[in-house]
C-alpha cells in the first residue's frame, strides 16, 4: 500500500480554515477547510459545481475569499495575485495545461524566472541546462529547447511539473491531469506523484476517476454545494462512501445496464480506410445494442466514427443503414439519414456555448420544427422541453446560455440536441468524459432505456468500466486497426487492456 | 456552476419578458442616443426638423446601411468583407464603360448587380472554397476591384447616364420618402426577418459562436459563408446604382473608404466584431445615428476631415464601450 500515515503528524504545508465564497446569486463555497501536508496527496472530490475549481482559483490567488484564512507554514497570509500564490509557493497544473505553445520548454519552465547573466539579459545556456535538470528530476529526458507544441499532452504535464520544481513549489494542484493522458502516460504520472510525494511536496489532487485516487492519494475531501461533508485518510474509506458523501445519497448503480433483446443488423460498415488515421474497419449493429469501441487515447476511434458523419472522407469504404447503400458527404446528410454523433470534446464540437439551451437542442432538427424555412419558437421550445426533460437536465429556463451550465448538465444539452434528431443509430465519443457521478449515472441509464427503445448505440470510451459496464459487445482499436472483438460475456478488463497495447495473448501462459 | 437547482420537470423556457430583456439591451440605449442627438440637432439649427431638410439627411445613410444589412450577418457569422466599397466602385465603372455603348437603364442595373454578385463569388470561392481567412482575402480584393476602376477610368470620369437611371437615387416614392428610403426600409425588415426569423438567420449566429459544433451539428458552413458573400456583393452592386445614379457620374475614387463606416455602423448597432451575436433593428438605429450626425456637422459647417476623426473615434469607443461596461458590471456585482 502507498499510505504513508507518519507524514499525517507533521504541520501541513497550507492552510485554508471557514473559506466563503459567493458570485452574483449563488453561494460557491461556504464555511469549508482544507489542509495540505508535505509529503501526501489529498484528493479533492466532488461533482461538478461542488466548488471544486472555486477552491483551487482560491488556492491559487486568482479569486479572493469572502472570508476566512489562508496559512502557509503557521503564518497567515492572503494571496492578493497569482503571483502571491506562485511567490509562496503554490502551484497548479490544469487539465488544460497553462503553457505557451511558440515558446520553448526550456522558456516555458523558466517564464518570469530565468536566470540572468551579469549584463541583465537571460543567460541562455544556464537556462538549458537547469531546465534539463529538472525535467530529469520530473522524470523527463526531452531536449529542453524545443518548442511546446510539438509536445504531447503528457510531457507538456511533466513541463509544467518541472516549472513547479523551478519555483520550488510546496503545494501542487493538479486538476484532473489524467483527463487527456493515455494508459502509459497515467502510470508515468503517478511515478512522478510517488517521487514528488518523497520530495516532501504536498498535492492537491482532482479526480472524478475512483480508480486513480484509490491508487495515489492517501487523504480526501470530499465537497458538496460548496460545503465540506467528509475528509479523512483513504485507508479507512471505501468507494461507496465517498459516492454516498459526493453525492448525499447512495448511487443505485452508476452502469444502469437492461436486459434488451438484440434485433436484426442496423448498420453494416466493410472496408472503411482512411490514408492516415484507421483502414480495414468492418462490422455490423444491431438494433438496441451497444457496442462499445475501447482503445487508447489516438488509436483512431474517433477519426474514424467521424469518417462515417461526413467531416472526414474515408478514401474507402462502404455503409449500409437497414440494407440500403449510403453515401454519407457531410454531417446533414448522416442526420438525415439517421446516422448521428456525439462529439468527444463537448466545448469545442458539442455545445454552442453563447446560444440558449433551446436553440441548442434544435439546431439539427430545424427543418422539422420551422415551416417552409421560417423559424417556429413554439415548436422548438417543445421539442427542447421534451428532450431537456427526459435527460433530466437542471436549468433556470430554455432561454439559458448553454455556457452557464456545469459540465454535466452542458452535456445533457448536447445529448437532447441529437437525440431530438430521432435517429437510428447514435454514436458517443466519451459520454461521460470529466462529468461528476450522478450525470454519469444519468447519462448511462438514458442510454440502457434508448437501446430498450430499439436504437443502436456506438459507445467510443476509454474508461474500462464504462465499457464493461454498458456494452453488449466490445471492440478495440489500436494504431487505427481493429485489434478485438469481444461479447460481453467474454469480457474482461485484463483482455481489453492487452488487445488495446498490442499484448499477445498467448505469452501470458503464467494466467492460464 | 451559475445554475439554479430547480426542479427538471418544469424548466421555464423564458425567465424575463420581453420588455425586460428590451430595457438591458443595446437597442435600448441606442434609441436614447438617437433621440439625445435628435433632439441636440433641432436646438442647434432651426433648418433640421423641416421634412424635406430630413429626407436629404436620409441620404447620408441609405447606401451605406444596404451594406451594412448585409456585412452585419458576415460580422455575425465570425468573417468580414471589406472590399464591399470597391465592388461600388468596379460596378459604377462597369455601368459606365456600358452606358458608353448605349445600354439603357435595365440593363446598367443589371450589370451593377451582376458585377456586385461575381465580386461576392470571388469573394466567396476564395474564403470558402481554399478556406482563406475573410480579413486577408477581402483586403486584397479591395484592392484589385477598386485597381481594376483606375486601371478602366484612369484620371477620367463616366458621365452621360440615361434620364431615367437618375429615379434610383435622386427619385421619390411619395411626398418626401426618396426611392433609397423606401429601399432602405424594405431591406431593413428583410434583412430583420432573414436573420431573426429563419433557418438560415439561425445557422449564421450558430457559425458564429462555434463554427465546429454547427458543422457537427449538421448545419452547411461553407454553403451559408458563401451565401454571405454574395449577399454583400448584390448590396454593394445595389448601393452603387443608388450611389452612381445619385452622383451622375463614376470616379475610380467613388465611394473611398465606405467600408470602415459600414463597418462602424454594423459595430455601432451592437454586432459583436468576433462574431455570435446581434441584431439588425440594431444596424439600423445605428444608421439613424450615423446619418443624424453626419447631417448634424454638416448643418455646423464641420469639415469633412473632423468628419472622417469622428468616425474613427467612433469605431473605437463602440468597440471599447461594450467591454469597458462588462468589466464594470463585473466589478460591481462582485
Redesign the interface.
Known sequence: MLHDTKTVTTTPAVVLEGISKS????R?LSDVSLALYPGSVTALIGEN?A?K??LVKILTGIYQPDSGVIRVADTETTFPTALAAARAGVTAIHQETVLFDELSVAENIFLGHAPRNRFGLIDWKKLNADAEALLHRAGADFDPTIRLRDLGIAKKHLVAIARALSVDARVVIMDEPTAALSHKEIHELYALIERLKADGKAILFISHKFDEIFRIADRYTVFRDGTMVGEGLIAEVSQDDLVRMMVGRAVDSVYPKKDVKIGEPVLMVSGYRHPTEFEDINFELRRGEILGFYGLVGAGRSEFMQSL?G?TRPSAGAIKLDGNVLVIR???E??RAGIV?V?EERG????????PI??NVT??S??HT?RS???KLANE?ALA?EY??RL?????????DVG???GG?QQKVVIA?WLATKPKVIILDEPTKGIDIGSKAAVHAFMSELAAQGLSVIMVSSEIPEIMGMSDRVIVMREGRIAGRFERSELTAEKLVRAAAGIETQLNGRAA | MTHAQLSPRNIPDRLEGRGARLMKSWEALLIVVATVIFLGNSFASPYFLDPWNLSDATFNFTEKAMIAFAMALVIISGEIDLSVASIIALASTAMGYAVQFGFDTPALVAIGLGVGLVCGAVNGLLITGLGLPSIVVTIGTMSLFRGLSFIVLGDQAFTGYPESFAWFGQGYVWWVFSFEFALFVLLAVAYGVLLHKTNFGRAVYAIGNNQTAALFSGVRVGRVKFMLFLLTGLMAGLASICLTSRLGSTRPSIALGWELEVVTMVVLGGVNILGGSGTIPGVVLAALIMGMVTFGFGLLNVPGIVMSIFIGLLLISVIALPILWQRARRRLAH
Not at chain 1, 23 to 26: E, L, Q, S, T, W
Not at chain 1, 348 to 355: D, K, S
Not at chain 1, 392 to 400: E, P, T
Open positions: 458570485f452574483p446569486g449563488v460557491a459545481g466548488g475549481s472555486t458523419i467531416i457531410n454531417p446533414a448522416a442526420i454523433y462529439p469545442r464540437q458539442g455545445a454552442i456555448i453563447g446560444m433551446f436553440q439546431l439539427p430545424l427543418s420551422s424555412g421560417f423559424l421550445f422541453r431537456t426533460s433530466d437536465l437542471r436549468a433556470a429556463s430554455l432561454d439559458q452557464t451550465l456545469s448538465n440536441k
